[in-house]
């Protein structure tokens, strides 16, 4: 059973950067496909980039250019560097993953593609 636990939030200001993990435990995530959530309060979770086995990623677009999805299947992490952070994204962030090397077209960006969550961890940016 795959167990994520993410870590690096935090309160950052405006224009600040912030490195997201999530540590995968009980099982390998090399065959996992991955993403990044994230939830604002009163809002519904929203997928913010997502990756496949070998590595290939694909953004929302209010993450292109500022975020970057990347994954070491060596340390059985995966990670969102974000930069440029500004008080829209401020929100709780989440991992997810399913066990699949990529997904069909019609499943990307959904909940409840994904089997697997972490606990999430906030981001508070100020203006």
């Known amino acids: 059973q795959l167990q994520l636990v993410e870590s690096g939030g935090g309160s950052v200001q405006n224009g600040g950067s912030l490195r997201l993990s999530c540590a995968a435990s009980g099982a390998t995530i090399r065959t996992y496909f991955m993403a990044w959530f994230r939830q604002k309060p009163g809002k519904e979770r929203e997928e913010i980039a997502h990756i496949d086995h070998d590595g290939s990623a694909e953004y929302a677009e209010s993450a292109k250019g500022r975020f970057t999805i990347s994954r070491d299947n060596a340390k059985n992490t995966l990670y969102l560097q974000m930069d440029s952070l500004n008080p829209e994204d401020t929100a709780m962030y989440y991992c997810?993953?399913?066990?699949?090397?990529?997904?069909?077209?019609?499943?990307?960006?959904?909940?409840?593609?994904?089997?697997?969550w972490g606990q999430g961890t906030q981001v508070t940016v100020s203006s």
């Open positions: 997810a993953a399913i066990d699949s090397r990529a997904l069909p077209e019609e499943w990307k960006g959904h909940e409840w593609s994904f089997d697997y």
